[in-house]
C-alpha cells in the first residue's frame, strides 16, 4: 500500500497475494488427502482475445498455486447441444473439481442457458440459479469473484460496511446486484445506480464507500465525490492511452480517502477470489467424497 | 381506487380481485386437463395466532378460485426431521401442486434449512435458493409474495420506474432483497435503507417511490417524503387502535401523489400473488407431466 498525502492507494497485488498463499497451503493439504491437484477445467469459445488473455492469466495463477487447469476450446460455431453435452460431462468427472464458462459467449448461444448447464458444486463463478439464490438467502457457496474481490479489499483496508452508505454504479448480475447483496449483509445502506439513472451526481455525491464498474473513462470525477470517500473502480476499459477504469485517477486521489488503481487494484483480486472458488468447491466434493465411502 | 384531493388512494381489494378473476379462469381450465382442482398444502406449527389468521384468509382465497387447500399442522415441539419427512413426502406427491411453509417457526426450527427442503418446482413463496436465484438472474419463475403484490401495485397504477429513484425500507430476505432485484430489473435506481441506516430522512426524501416495510408506525412523516411520491406501505402492525402501517396515513397522503392504506392495501394483493403463484407451479407441473407421458 503506497500513500499520497493521506489517501491510501490500493494494492490489489498484495491482497491477491496473501490470498494465494493461503489458497496454496491448502491446495498443499488437499493434494495430499484427494491424492491428486485439485483440477479446474475452462470453456472457451470462439476467437475473443480478451478472454484468452483473461484465461491465460487465470490458468498461471492456478499453476502458481498447485491447481490444475486445463481448457476445452470450441470454433465458434459451436451449438449449444455439443457445449452442454461437454459441460455435462465435466459435471460428472470426478476428476474435476469446478468449471469455468468463458463470457462474452457468441450471440448464437444464451449465456444464462448455458451456464445454467454447470452443476452448482462445480460452479466456480457462482452464476447459477442456486448458488445466486445461495447468496441472497445469506447463506452463501461460491460468490461471483469479482463482486468478492470488492468485498475482499474493503476487509483488507477494514473499511467498516455497517451503517455507511455505499453506493454501486452497476446493476448488472455479474457485479452489482451479488454486490449490492453482499453490502446488504453488511448492513450497509445500498444505492445502485446505472445507465438509466437520471441524476449520477446525486447520489455519487452521498458515498462514504463508491463502488463503480461502468466502463466509461472520467466517468467518476472529484466533484462527484464525497471528501474522503472510498473509491473502488471495478471498469477496466481499453483507450489509446492503455488500460482505464470509470475513474479520474489522478484528480479523485486528492479527494478520497482509499482509492484502487487501475490497473493493478480489484483485476488481481478477482483472479485470487476464483482460486479460492476452485478450493472451496474442491473442499465441498471431498467431504462428499467422504459421506458417499 | 378513491380520490383525496389529487392524492391516488389505491384499493388493495381491486387489484386483488383482477387478479382473482384472471386466476379462477386458469384454475377452471386446468382443472379440467388435470381431471382434479389444483391443491396446495399448507405446514403450520405451533399455535401463532397470527399465523392461523392468515392461513386462514389465504384458504379461503384458494377456495374462491377453486384451489383445494389443505393443511398439515404440528405441535411447538416437532423436530427438523419429522417436519423435514413430510415436506419431502409431499414434494414426491402428484396430486399436490405447492407448499407453503408459515413462518415464523419455533426457534428451535432454523427458517432457512426448512423451507430448503420445498421442492423449487413446488415452491409458492419462492424462498428457496434456487427460485431466489431465478429471480437475481432475471429469470423469475415463482417470486416471493409480498414484492411481487408491490410490483402488481405499481404496474397497475402505471408507476414509471425506470430512471426513477425506488428507496426500499427492508432488507430482509422476504420483502426487501427480491424487491430491490425485482426495480433494478426495471431500471430504477434504487436504495435499500434499514434500522442500520444513519439518516433515514435523506435518503427517503430523495424517493420518487418509496417502499417502506420497517414495522414502526408513524415512521413516515410528510416531512420525510418528497411531494408527489408514490407510497407502498407493506408494514402490517397491530396497535391498541387498530392496524396500521409504517406511514403517518393521515398527513402524508396530502403531499404523496399515490398511496395504500394498511389495511386493504398491499396485503390483499400479497394473497393473490400467492394463488398466482400456486397456478405457475401447476403449469409448470403440468408441463411435466406431459413431457413425462
Not at 33 to 50: A, M, T, W, Y
Not at 138 to 161: E, G, R
Not at 277 to 289: D, E, G
Amino acid at each position: 500500500m503506497q500513500q499520497t498525502n493521506s489517501t491510501q492507494i490500493v494494492s490489489g497485488k498484495d491482497i491477491a497475494q496473501q490470498i494465494k498463499n493461503q489458497v496454496k497451503t491448502d491446495v498443499e493439504s488437499i493434494t495430499k488427502q484427494l491424492k491428486r491437484k485439485p483440477q479446474v477445467k475452462s470453456f472457451i469459445v470462439g476467437d475473443n482475445k480478451e478472454s484468452k488473455l483473461y484465461l491465460k492469466l487465470r490458468n498461471k495463477a492456478c499453476f502458481e498455486v498447485g491447481i490444475k487447469a486445463v481448457q476445452h476450446e470450441f470454433s465458434e460455431a459451436v451449438t449449444f447441444r455439443e457445449l452442454a453435452n461437454e459441460i455435462e460431462k465435466t459435471n460428472s468427472d470426478d476428476q474435476v473439481d469446478g468449471i469455468f464458462v468463458q463470457l462474452p459467449l457468441p450471440k448464437h448461444l444464451d449465456a444464462q442457458k448455458v451456464l445454467s448447464c454447470i452443476h452448482p458444486s462445480k460452479d466456480v463463478e457462482g452464476f447459477t440459479a442456486k448458488n445466486m439464490g445461495r447468496l441472497v438467502n445469506n447463506d452463501p457457496f461460491l460468490v461471483p469473484c469479482t463482486p468478492q474481490a470488492v468485498m475482499h479489499i474493503l476487509n483488507h483496508h477494514q473499511i467498516p460496511l455497517k451503517g455507511s452508505h455505499v453506493v454501486i454504479i452497476n446493476h448488472s448480475t455479474v457485479v452489482g446486484k451479488p454486490l449490492a447483496l453482499l453490502c446488504l449483509h453488511e448492513n450497509a445502506t445500498v444505492s445502485v445506480a446505472h445507465v438509466f439513472t437520471t441524476n449520477l451526481k446525486a447520489i455519487t455525491s452521498q458515498a462514504d464507500v463508491l463502488i463503480t464498474a461502468a466502463g466509461v473513462p472520467n466517468l467518476i470525477t472529484k466533484e462527484m465525490i464525497k471528501k474522503d470517500a472510498v473509491i473502488i473502480d471495478v471498469a477496466i476499459v481499453k483507450t489509446e492511452k492503455g488500460i482505464t477504469g470509470d475513474v479520474d485517477f489522478k484528480q479523485v486521489k486528492e479527494k478520497a480517502s482509499l482509492i484502487t488503481p487501475v490497473p493493478g487494484g480489484v483485476g488481481p483480486v478477482t483472479i485470487a477470489s476464483a482460486l479460492q472458488n476452485i478450493m472451496k468447491a474442491t473442499n465441498a466434493s471431498l467431504k462428499v467424497k467422504y459421506i458417499n465411502e
